[in-house]
């Protein structure tokens, strides 16, 4: 099991919204960050500390906090954009590295 | 532009220790922290810990007792050393920075599939 909960998966048609959800005890006290894996590709930095998009991340991608769960938003999904997606935070007490199951997003 | 690379054998026997490096080019070492992040097969992402370029490490619990990183600046490179492997920890191994200014890890390595099998 994971302390940090996110959807198996979501599926969406291209120029869609996809919202993924990652929910965790933690997530009140300390950021999230979003990470983009695909196949036979070093993972990419989506997101950090909840909502600063990484440098040459696309506008239609977006993070949010609200209580214990953080969202990744892509607005306008693209067909480039399936992959898998995982949220990460810490514990409560800093001191470990938690991340979330992992999302696979199926753009149909 | 800093990349990551991962080298090591892709077979390791069960009870015998997966050793991989990571060579880090377009920057120095020096400065930063490194971390070790695996996916098993059909599973998520596992932190393994972290080692800053002094030496100093931080393991997660559960792998703790088999893990060993070590830092090499000379060569730009830092390694992995997990001992008494099983099946469980097929995996691809990830090496990665973790940047404190942000606290994430905002580089990434393209990842090297170990298997452990006899």
């Known amino acids: 099991s994971y302390d940090l909960t996110q959807p198996p998966s979501v599926s969406v048609s291209p120029g869609q919204t996809a919202r993924i959800t990652c929910s965790g005890d933690a997530l009140p006290k300390q950021y999230a960050y979003w990470y983009q894996l695909k196949p036979g590709q070093a993972p990419v930095l989506v997101i950090y500390k909840d909502s600063e998009k990484s440098s040459g991340i696309p506008e239609r991608f977006s993070g949010s906090s609200s209580g214990t769960t953080v969202t990744l938003t892509i607005s306008g999904v693209q067909t480039e954009d399936e992959a898998d997606y995982f949220c990460q935070s810490v514990d409560s007490s800093s001191t470990y590295v938690l991340f979330g199951g992992g999302t696979k997003l199926t753009v149909l | 532009q800093v990349q990551l690379q991962e080298s090591g054998p892709g077979l390791v026997q069960p009870s015998e220790t997966l050793s991989l490096t990571c060579t880090v080019s377009?920057?120095?070492?020096?400065?930063?922290?490194w971390t070790w992040i695996r996916r098993p097969p059909e599973k998520g992402l596992e932190w393994i810990g972290y080692?800053?370029?002094?030496?100093?490490?931080h393991y997660d619990p559960s792998l703790e007792s088999r893990v060993t990183m070590s830092v090499d600046t000379s060569k730009n490179q830092f390694s992995l050393r997990l001992s008494s492997v099983t099946a469980a920890d097929t995996a691809v191994y990830y090496c990665?920075?973790?940047?404190?200014?942000?606290?994430?890890?905002?580089?990434w390595g393209q990842g090297t599939m170990v298997t452990v099998s006899s």
């Open positions: 990665a920075r973790d940047d404190r200014t942000t606290d994430a890890f905002d580089i």
């Open positions: 377009g920057g120095s070492i020096s400065g930063s922290y």
């Open positions: 080692i800053f370029f002094n030496g100093s490490t």
